[in-house]
Each structure stands twice: as structure tokens, then as C-alpha cells.
């Protein structure tokens, strides 16, 4: 078949919509094609397919959009169809028609007969008002760059509106909005309350409030009580678990379920108060903070809560620096962490830890679990089931397990070391004032009275070593100007025994002197702190011999002597015989003898009386000679014999005392007693 199409200009209806005064209905798509068609230079008659392509090129391949339009009838060569290629198709460029037709019996793949040349489409009266204007003038202006105007024929944008824009539906965004002005005149104005909203709902409210907004963001349930001004939500919130602020100037950061304001129905009270976020958290009082975590409460004034969970802050200006189960409940106190601790009073400050308390005004725990500090101004720093007492104000405890600080200003470390409180001791104030440390050694080491410095080292105290040998071993010297105390005795056992005085030495035994010597003269006074005379040792009353027993066989004496020059003797001097001597031989009905000889030989020439008299028994003295005593007497019982001698004045030289015991010959064996002196 050899067609030939006519060309007509096609009638191109709501290429461009028109909206009359009167809600008129806009045209669509669809445009009205007319033509004429010969079939062998005959007009056409009866039913033909027709194809309609769609070309951005007069020659080039069509790719834009194809219809087709069947069975369309043709009458004496002439047809009008409508075609329509639907939106977007015809955007301001150039476009051709291209036509393809074929018997209207044909059917499937049978194909096209393509009419040459493609015809290119122009526009139509209506579009012509498109491009100008629509409606009155600068109603809606569309430029030659493809820029459209409403109210203003110069768009310096896409869209460019000169006035208000009112929608009632949806306004959609390829990717974003941008809104971009004079700095200080971008703004979305709302005449009340303004809603933010996405696909699930809304996201952000502004609600008006004459002195100050509320922002309230996240969840769409979240809240803020009515006549609340300044309140801000960030986020957060979901059904049944909403964010609220119930008092002016409220905060909440996000997180869900949390409060700021104490909700009473009293908008004005509890203002400032802030939640960062987290779940379950409350401030609800002015200016408390909580900045996180998990059912934690500031209920005071200035109270803050750092994070954690279960931590209450209700103290004025208290904090709690996290943790769990902590608790601040007096002005100023401070919790840092840890888990259950208490700071119940006044400044008192637990830095962390388990389950302690500081109860006492200002009192410090630094950590460890179980202590307690109650007293004011007392410290425990660490460790384990340590007290400082009540009544131990200003007391101690560093650390270590199980000790106690009970008195003022007392100090108790290691292992169960106890200074006893007023409970124990009876003083209000416990021993005060006492130091005590005990080792690791499992048992309770305690103070028994105020002021002490006890210790326990069963490894013993070194000072000056790291050796100790003993249980003080000090290496260096040592002063001590008071009084040296001891229970039992003190022996001096080493590698040179000496006493050494840089001044007088003085041994006394229950405050009374009973040996002295002159730091200056050397000389030694026994009784006297005074020692005398050209001698070196000045005896003043009392014993200078005391006897003890040494019985032998035969025949023979025992002498105490000094070396002339060495002893001064003035006063009164004792000599003692034991009973034990002779008591053997009295139970056999034995007479026998005593005889004391004490003879001074005076190196000098002072004049000197020598008495002498007995003490338990009665003995006769007798003058043998000059500076020579002689006692002598039968004894028939069992009794000590003590003799002493008197001195009217000095004696210098030497002494020799001379003591026999004699017993009558037994079966023709002379015996005798020889009793050995010491002095």
C-alpha cells in the first residue's frame, strides 16, 4: 500500500492546566490529531492502525514515548484521533510526531507503514499563554530559562513566589529545603502552635507562649504541663514511657520517661530543673540536674545526679557522681560512685566503694566496703568494716580491716586494731587522743586509756633497722628524760655491757637513791648522792657483807677486805648471819660459837669510836685492840645474828671482817663452819 500523509497543525489541548476563577476542571495530557490519508493517491476510506512516535530529533531514532490508536475510521481520506503520551514528556524543547499506519484488519506483528517526514509539533494558543503569563498580569509568568514567577515576572528562582503561599496538602521534596534570605528574615511563621511532621507522625511542636515558647521534640506524646513557659524536650519518649516537663523552663535532653519538675499543678516552683536523658529519671526541684542513667532522683535544690542507676540526690546542693543505690541526703553532701554508700549529714563525702556510710558532720570516706565514718570531721579511707566513732571526732582510720578510731583526735590502722569509744571506755570523748596499729594477727589489739601510742608487730619494731632482732631493737641512741618502767627485769646482754652517763649516774629502786656516781670525781656513793673523802667508794649505813653458807671441814676463817684507799665508811653498817649456819647442828643438841671480828685499820689519823650491838640475840662486845671489834657467844638456838656497827666520825683504810663458827669435837673430828662474804 502506498500512502501519503497530509499535514495539518494538530490541535494540542492542556499541554499547560488552567485554573479559572470558577474551580473549572485543568486539561489533561491529550492532544487532538487531524489528517488526511490517500491509499494510492485515492483518499483513504474504511478502518486503519495508527502509531504515534514520539522524537526529540527530526531523523534520529524515537525514544521517547509511542501510542497506538486501532480501528480508527477514515472518511474520504480525512481522520481526527486524540493522542495522548502522557506527562513529562513535553518539557520546553523541541519535539517531531512521527506516523506509522496499516489496515484496520491487521493485527500482532504485522507492521507499520511509516509516513516521511516527521512532522515537528508547534505550539498551540494555550501554550503560547503558558509561556506569558496565566490569569491576570504577573499572576504566573514562565521565563524562557524555564523559571516560573507568581506575582513577579522576573523569578529569580525555579519557583519564585511575591506574596503568601497557602497549602491545605502535601508539600513534597525531591531531597531538601533550603531556606536561604537576608540574615534575620529566614523564618517559618505560624500564627499559633507549630507541628513538624514525618511519615510516622509528628516530630517537633512549638508551642506559643507569651514570655518564652516550649520546644517539644520526639515522641508526638511527649508533654509539657499547660501555662509551663520556656520548657524544651529534645527527643526521646515513646507510648506509655513520654517525656514531660511539668515547671517553667524545664529540660529534657531525650532519653524516655523522664521528668523535669516535680508535677504538682504548680508551674512556677520547681523551675530550671534539667534531664539530660536516660530512662526513668527525675529533677524535681529548682535547679537540679540529672544527667543521665536510670531511675535516678534529684529532689533538692541545686541536687545533681551525674548517671548511674537508682541514686537519689535530696540534699541541698548534693551530688552523687554515679553508681548505683547511692545516696545524698543533707546539704552538701557528696557521693562519688560505687554502689549502696550513704552520705547522710552535713558535708560528708563518700568517694566510692560498697555499703558505706558517712554520718558524722563533714566526715570523709574514700572508699573500700562496710565503714562507717560518725563522727565529725572523721576519715576512713579505704579497707574493710572500719569505724570511726561518735565520740571519736577528728579521728582516723587509713584502711585495713576491722579497726576502730573511738576517741577524739584518735588514730587506729592494720588489722582489728580498737580504740575504745565512750561506750567502752566511760569517757565521753573515748581515749582520746590515742595512736594504735596492729599487724595481720587475727584478733582484737585495744587501747585501755587516753593518749597512747600502742603497737602490735609481732615481727618486732626496728628503728634506724630493717632487722629488728628483738621486739624494739633500735640502732643509734637513745634519750629519755623520764622514767624507764620495767615489768619483771631488764637484762643487758651484748658484746660490751655498759652504762653509759654523760652527766651523774643515779640508780635508784622506789625513788630512793641506792648507788651514785659523780660524773665529775668518779667516786661512787652507796646511800649517800654525795660521795666524800679521798676514797673512791663512800659507804653510808646499811649491809656492806652479806653472808652466805659454805660449810667445809677443818679449821680455818673467811675474810671480806678492801684495798687501803678505796672505801670510805661512815654511818652505820650491818652484819647478817643466817640461822642456816648452825641450825644442822642444834637439832643434835650442839653448843657451838659465833665470833665476829671487825678490825679497821685507819690509814690516816682520825679519830674514830667503834660500838658494837646486837640485833635478835644479845652478844658481848670487847675491845682487842685499836680499830678492832670482837663479838663472841655460845648459840643454843636457831636464830639470824645481826650485828651492826656504829662510827662516830669517817673511817679511811680498809676493812676486814673475819666470822668463825666453831662446833665441839664430834668422835675426836674437829668441825667448823667457814662462812664465805660477798661485798
Partial sequence: MNARRMLWVPALVALVPVVTATGQTPMGTAFTYQGQLTDNDDPADGQYDFEFKLCDDPVAACTLATTTVEDEQVDEGLFTVEVDFGAGVFNGEARWLELGVRPGASSGADPYTTLSPRQELTPTPHAFRAQTGVGGPDALNVTTDDKVGIGTDSPAEELDVAGDVHASGTIASGSSITIDGTPGSEKITSSNDLDLHVSSGRVLRVEAEATSPNLIGGYSGNSVTSGVKGATIGGGGEAGLINRVTDDYGTIGGGMNNQAGDNTGTTDYAYYATVSGGRENTASNPYATVAGGYKNNASDYNATISGGGHNTASGFHSTIGGGRLNLASVMDSTVGGGAANEARTYYATVGGGIENSARGEASTIGGGQQNIAAGAHTTVSGGSQNVANSSGIYSTVPGGRANQAGGEYSFAAGNRAKVRNSGDSGDPDGDEGTFIWADSTDEDFQSSGPNQFLIRASGGVGIGTDSPAEQLDVEGNIHASGTITSGSSITIDGTADIINSTGNLDLQTGGTSRAYVDGGT???????????????????????????????????????????????????????????????????NYIFKVEVFVSINPTSDYPHTIKGSAYSMALIGKQRGTGLVHFHEKITQANDVAVTFTYSSPVSGYLQIDVNTSVPDVGGIPYRVTVKTSH
Avoid at 538 to 560: F, L, M, R
Avoid at 577 to 588: E, M, R
Wanted: aromatic letters at 8%.
Fill in 522 to 588: 668518779g667516786r661512787v656513793g652507796i646511800g649517800t648522792t654525795s660521795p666524800v673523802g679521798g676514797a673512791a667508794l663512800h659507804v653510808s649505813g646499811g649491809s656492806v657483807a652479806q653472808w652466805n653458807e659454805g660449810p667445809t671441814v677443818g679449821y680455818g676463817k673467811t675474810s671480806v677486805y678492801t684495798d687501803s684507799g678505796i672505801l670510805d665508811l661512815s654511818g652505820d653498817f650491818t652484819v647478817s648471819i643466817p640461822s642456816s649456819l648452825y641450825t644442822p647442828w642444834l637439832a643434835d
